[in-house]
């Protein structure tokens, strides 16, 4: 089909030269499926670009990081039909000018991106020191929802909140959005933190995640992606799947392996290991067509 | 026969209870420890306390400076640290071992690094 791309193409026209900033393509197979869905499509996950950090112990090239992403994605021969960045879009910072400096400076190198339909959620470091302000006036609403080919997209804000909560207002929201969908729509939803308890000591969860997760449990079509932990993760809560994706900053160890978390230091022998985006692919199984077709074949 | 027996189990719970519930406090009056712990950008004094398995103890905590967490999973404790005010959490440590804690409320650009262990010994 006209926008399918493979895995091997993906990492082909993503690499620069040694560099390969993409970290891997998922793919999404929705089992069970009444509503029709327009086409197969793909679409792009990046996180954690943290523009405005500055350790050349960390990333040597942080100027130039998230540029380099840019002319990635740029030089893909199939685009995507849309990007999500999932947070942490810049470093956090104290001072409030600069918070906004940096967001804006963000907001215009990803302007570069050939792909138009752009859409932003925030990390910690981006609103949880002003609650959300400073995002709010440059990006928009931190939590919302879109559609895309009959796929309903969710963004949670689990971040404004300084203690990393979704919080009972937007949990009430969640419930009055998934009350309009049927219990077989696809559901894709997208969180700066993980929802559930992947590493509670070193602040890899969010403190009432595990109601979202209530919510989202009587859907049969749920899929989380996420960021915050630099790497990627993949997990299920029952039926729900949740995928980290990497950094576009630098890497953090993998869950509670070292007493103190801390970030992998750059390593020249191999620039930009552990950095990248993902693709991910959505498409109907063959086996679904037969399951759509169910109540046909039952009458 | 069965109501007095029914009667003295009840006697002997309630008993109980209040000798643990009485024994609980005048532990941590007489010798239960209060460690005062303060938070601040972006750190914890003393970032690394000793406790003693069984051995109940007070954790007394003061912000310095803005509101901070103070969370350690593994000992099940949790509490918000607010300036002008003080937060104590009661602990009895039941296992040995070192456990790691952390602020969780976001504070700045050395919140990861706002880290402390307990320390449990035998």
């Known amino acids: 089909m006209k926008n399918r791309i493979d895995r091997r193409e993906f990492l082909k026209l993503a690499g620069i030269g040694s560099v390969v900033l993409v970290s891997g393509m998922d793919r999404i197979v929705f089992a069970v499926g009444k509503e029709i869905v327009n086409k197969d499509f793909f679409f792009i996950q990046m996180s954690d670009s943290h523009w405005g950090f500055d350790n050349p112990k960390i990333n040597p090239d942080a100027k130039i990081t998230l540029k380099k992403a840019v002319s990635a994605v740029n030089s893909l021969s199939t685009q995507p039909d849309f990007i999500m960045f999932t947070g942490d879009l810049t470093q956090t910072t104290d001072d409030d000018k600069e918070r906004r400096r940096r967001l804006n400076e963000f907001r215009g190198i990803v302007s570069e991106l050939k792909v138009k339909d752009v859409r932003f959620m925030p990390g910690e470091h981006d609103a949880s020191l002003d609650n959300g302000a400073a995002f709010k006036e440059l990006f928009g609403e931190t939590h919302y929802t879109f559609n895309h080919s009959g796929v309903n997209f969710i963004v949670l804000d689990n971040v404004s909140d300084p203690a990393g909560s979704i919080g009972d207002a937007e949990l009430k929201w969640l419930g009055t959005e998934l009350n309009k969908l049927d219990k077989d729509a696809r559901i894709v939803v997208f969180t700066h933190r993980p929802l559930f308890d992947l590493a509670p000591s070193w602040d890899w969860t969010t403190r009432d995640g595990a109601k979202a997760i209530e919510l989202l449990m009587a859907y049969r079509n749920v899929t989380v992606f996420y960021g915050h932990i630099h790497q990627e993760n993949h997990h299920m809560t029952g039926h729900i799947a949740h995928h980290s994706a990497k950094g576009l900053m630098y890497p953090l160890p993998a869950p509670l392996s070292l007493p103190k978390k801390a970030s992998v230091p750059w390593d020249p022998a191999a620039p930009y290991r552990g950095l990248g985006f993902r693709g991910i692919r959505t498409e109907i199984a063959k086996s679904d067509y037969s399951l759509t077709e169910y109540p046909v074949t039952k009458g | ?122």
């Open chain 2, 1 to 122: 026969m069965k109501l007095t027996k029914k009667l003295v189990a009840v006697a002997c719970a309630l008993a109980i209870t209040i000798m643990a519930f009485s024994s609980g406090h005048i532990a941590l009056a007489e010798s239960g420890q209060v460690i005062k712990i303060t938070a601040k950008r972006y750190e914890y004094n003393p970032s690394i306390i000793t406790l003693k398995k069984g051995v109940p103890v007070t954790l007394e905590f003061t912000s310095l400076d803005r509101l901070h967490g103070f969370n350690c999973p593994d000992l099940g404790i949790r509490t918000d640290i607010l300036p002008g005010k003080v937060s104590r959490i009661q602990l009895v440590p039941k296992k040995s071992g070192t456990f790691p804690f952390q602020c969780d409320n976001f504070c700045g650009e050395g919140h990861e690094n706002m880290t402390g262990s307990f320390i449990v010994t035998e």
